[in-house]
């Protein structure tokens, strides 16, 4: 087995240090009202043009043509644009990004993420303040610590050399508050099967790579809940028999395994398309928004890393491979959940987007990846994921029509944060903020 997986978790591995917060959305009004927009539906993708959206507190009170706008409300103009749910990254490293990069979350309509790898008592206490109204910033769900046993060297990370070791930790990360348990590919066989058992009594997901120690085919039946970056792209490289290409046949035990629980993607496929330029000394996407911390991340990992020319060729052979994969998971039914993997937060998750229209979705199943099958994933149907009367206030404007081009997704006026208002001059300022720093 061609062993990439250290080049493949670099940037996700290490920490960066948070900093101070800047940008600040709006204080919370008491109403706002988008004026006649056009409403998209993201299930069946109809519209409904000529509507006024009302949000009082943190929920969406009416929808409608002629509705009255209560007095004092915020009024936007909605005339010639197109209103979609918030946007989430089903997998970001905010401790890695760091809280200073929060407020790009916000200015590119990212409402939510899930933090999948971090020190609990740096994670949890953000999350917390968030939520509570302390911190502007998107709603976090946090995995707290990666448990595995990786090089003694690798952050964000509790180690687990044995069963006992992992159900101890799983008990502990309950204890802490944590949303569900991560799992990596350095977790030990025994202690992988072991946080399966004890986070299922403690009823905590657990979502991640499937260690090295444990098949595909185990992985995929274990009862994880999602599996990320094709855990490494072993899902479709590493098909029995299918000597490091990706051969649909060979592959089809186990995505037809993936389908019929089904047991959701996050691909990640913007990362590791950039990943082998990265790492042959070009600039990330959007750097001029990345943390000089980060920068320096990717400094120090082009170091270390080396990858020599045979490893790049395998990098990008698997990317063409993974757009293949992608396609026939969803053919499959499979879900997709739109994540970046701890880039600069925000911009990523429209290049995931883009990425995945490359891979053969339609741009109304791209947009799905980061709306609604993330609400049926997290159980919010009901609360979340679409534009409609009881949900959450989590809403994006935008100048042009998804629909026919996921790049609109980029071309954002305002936000709804949870019935905040982040208006067009207070998404810029939170840009030019994080850009000076």
Known sequence: ?????????????????????????????????????????????????DMTVLVAG???TAIGRDLAVPAGATRVNGRGRYLIPGLWDMHSHNQSTGEASLPLYLANGVVGTRDMGGDADVILPLRDRINRGARPGPEIIAAGPILDDAPADWPLRRRVKTADDARQAVRDLKTAGVDLIKVHNYTPRDAFFAIIDEATRAGLPVAGHIPLRVTPLEGVTSGMVSIEHFSESRLFWECPGSRGSYDPERCAPIFDAMAAR????TVTGAFNEALPDVLSGQPMPHQAYASPGVIELNRLNIAVARPDARILDILRRQNVARKRATADLVARGIPVLAGCDGWVPGFCLHDELQWLTSAGLSALQALQTATINVARFLGREASQGTVAVGQRADLVLLEADPRTDIANTRRITDVVVRGRLVNAAARQRMLDGVRAR
């Open 262 to 265: 089904p047991l959701p993607q």
């Open 1 to 49: 087995m061609t062993r990439l997986t250290p080049f493949a978790i670099l940037v996700c591995a290490l920490t960066v240090a948070g900093a101070t917060a800047v940008g600040q959305a709006q204080a919370p009004v008491a109403s706002v009202a988008i004026e006649h927009t056009t409403v998209i539906d993201v299930i069946d993708g109809t519209d409904r043009p």
């Open 58 to 60: 943190d929920r969406i």
